[in-house]
Structure formats: C-alpha cells, structure tokens
C-alpha cells in the first residue's frame, strides 16, 4: 500500500544533540501526525498538524507541516536517553471517501548517554 | 482511564492453529483499528469499524483473517488457520469522534511456530 517516505531510517547520537527527521510524499495530505513508540509499547501521539506551514511545539519538540502539504519534519532539541525510541510519521489525505491514516516506516533513534 | 487494553501480550502458537486476539476500547471511543506491525512493511492497517460497524477491511491478508466487534467496548481478531508469515506485533488503537489522535493498545507478539 501506499507509505511515505521517512528519513533517515536511523539515528544513533548523543545525549544532547539535536535531531532532526523528515517525511515526504507524492501526495498532498491535509493532517500530518508525530508518533513515537517506546520498545514493546504501541504509539504515542506526539504532535498533530493541521494547516500548511503550521509550526508546532510540545515542550523539546518542534514540527512543521510542508508549505507544499507533501512534506513535515520533527526536531528534537537537547536529546535525552528517554528520547530513545521509533519515531513515525503518518499522514492523513482527504481524497475519496476512505480516510486513513498512511504511516511512514519510522525513525529509530539510539542516544548515548 | 486504562486505556486501550488488549489480550494476551504474547502468543506463541503452532501452524495450522487457530488464533485469537483481543481488545478492549477506551470508554466513549467509537472507532477501532487492527494494525499489523513488522519490520518489513511496518504498521499496516487491516480493518477498522465505527460505531462497530466494519467500514474498510481491505487490508486483511486474506480470508484466514477475521473480526469482530461485538458492542461498542470490544473487539477480536482471529486467524485460522494461522501460518509462520503471520508473526507480527498487532496493534488495536481506538478514536473518539472524528479525531486524528488515535490510542494505541500495548500491542500481541504473535509468534507462529
């Protein structure tokens, strides 16, 4: 099915850094959403976006969405360990009648202590 | 709130045995999601009802694959006869309404021996 493209696959960095991921699409989408998933733990919403070029924050974490509506990144100031975790994206389109959610195949962030 | 609440958390089974999983929505929600999760093609959405009604199950695998969703707090997935390809970690996650933050249960290793 339908995904979007999420970079970078992986991210291994440390403690303190920022972090910075990206989504892309060939489809415009009208809701970009931020998940994160903690290991054997189901996602969590991190951050919604609901209007293009709409700049959001949630305490260290700043997410836009695409002037184009085909693309949002995450950033992470400050990593901390508890930062550890996969990081998805998903967009919402409302084309059609059948709204679903299209999810990226994550970020996977490892931070040194 | 206990949240979105499933059962068991791991499942180890034999080819050809029948499989069933559990979930129990987050009170007020109306929307219910079965997602599969694996590396290879990460989270997949396999069906999802409103107001327990199924409204999309295009992405169940196949007919091996069913659910229902007795009253509104409630839901299974079965697989039967289940096979080694369907070792996954699969997700329910409920909505309230028409909102895009979706909860996501802890999740079902499935594990087909």
């Known amino acids: 099915g339908q995904q979007l493209n999420q970079s970078p696959q992986s991210m291994f960095i440390q403690e303190g850094e920022d972090v910075s991921m990206n989504c892309t699409s060939s489809s415009i989408f009208n809701t970009w959403l931020w998940y994160k998933q903690d290991p054997g733990e189901g996602p969590v919403l991190l951050i919604a976006?609901?209007?293009a070029g709409e700049l959001t924050s949630n305490g260290r974490l700043t997410a836009q969405f695409g002037i184009t509506r085909k693309d949002s990144f995450l950033n992470i100031s400050a990593s901390i360990p508890s930062d550890v975790g996969i990081y998805f994206c998903a967009g919402l389109s409302n084309a059609g009648n059948n709204r679903k959610l299209i999810w990226g195949l994550g970020t996977s962030l490892a931070v040194n202590p | 709130d206990a949240g979105v609440i499933q059962s068991p958390r791991h499942e180890v089974t034999e080819m050809g045995q029948e499989v069933t999983l559990r979930c129990k929505l987050i009170s007020g929600h109306n929307s219910l999601f079965w997602y599969r999760q694996t590396m290879m093609r990460g989270l997949e959405l396999l069906i999802y009802f409103n107001n327990n009604v199924p409204i999309d199950d295009s992405g169940m695998p196949e007919d091996r694959f069913s659910a229902k969703m007795p009253n509104a707090s409630f839901s299974t997935l079965k697989i039967q006869p289940s096979e080694p390809r369907d070792s996954a970690v699969y997700f329910c996650?409920?909505?309230?309404?028409?909102?895009?933050?979706?909860?996501f249960g802890s999740g079902t290793r499935l594990t087909v021996v």
């Open positions: 976006l609901y209007k």
């Open positions: 996650a409920s909505r309230e309404g028409n909102s895009y933050g979706y909860t």
